[in-house]
């Protein structure tokens, strides 16, 4: 998270353990980007190749799949990451200190527990897809719920981040705690 000041000079673990998330989540986000300009590019050549070559690129749709996949994923786990994913905040914004405090804390160990299922059984996913292979593009079905075990992993770790922070007293979050 970009807007967080870190202290010059600070070499503590929480400070090294930031550095590490952030080039997680912007490792994401290039990700993210980049399946998003091919999967533009991808479309653009199914077009082309329907309408004006009359011969339809048919591994676009297969492709284009496996890329909205990574994009969703990686994409929601940067989302946890800069708190910008959907939350509900009404509750949170009228009680007290303490008792927001307590909804982020909950709601954390909520995201640390679905982030969790997605690694557990989306590697148990990817491992038993993995012998067969995508049609049209050959390439192991695994690959299709890969990103959802990568983006739980990361779901995962970046709420665990949220969370050491926040029992640290060094939450940026101060919009949703107070």
């Known amino acids: ?42 479309f653009g050549w199914l077009v082309f190749g329907r309408y004006v070559l009359n011969a339809t690129p ?58 969790l299922l997605l690694l557990w059984q989306g590697t148990k996913l990817t491992m038993f897809k993995w012998g067969s292979m995508i049609p049209l593009i050959q390439l192991p079905e695994g690959l299709r719920s890969l990103p959802l075990t990568v983006g739980g992993g990361l779901i995962l770790i970046f709420t665990l981040g949220h969370l050491m922070r926040l029992m640290a007293g060094r939450d940026p979050r101060r919009d949703t705690i107070g």
């Open 58 to 115: 048919t591994w676009v749709e297969q492709a284009a799949l496996l890329l909205v996949m990574t994009i969703a994923f990686l994409g929601a786990a940067v989302g946890i990451h800069e708190n910008t994913h959907l939350s509900v905040a009404a509750f949170r914004t009228i009680a007290p200190r303490w008792m927001r405090t307590l909804f982020v804390v909950v709601t954390d160990l909520l995201l640390a527990g679905f982030g």
């Open 1 to 42: 998270m970009t807007d967080r000041p870190i202290p010059s000079g600070d070499t503590s673990l929480l400070s090294r353990m930031e550095v590490v998330l952030d080039g997680l989540a912007a490792l994401c986000r290039l990700i993210t980007g980049v399946a998003l300009v091919v999967l533009t590019v991808i």
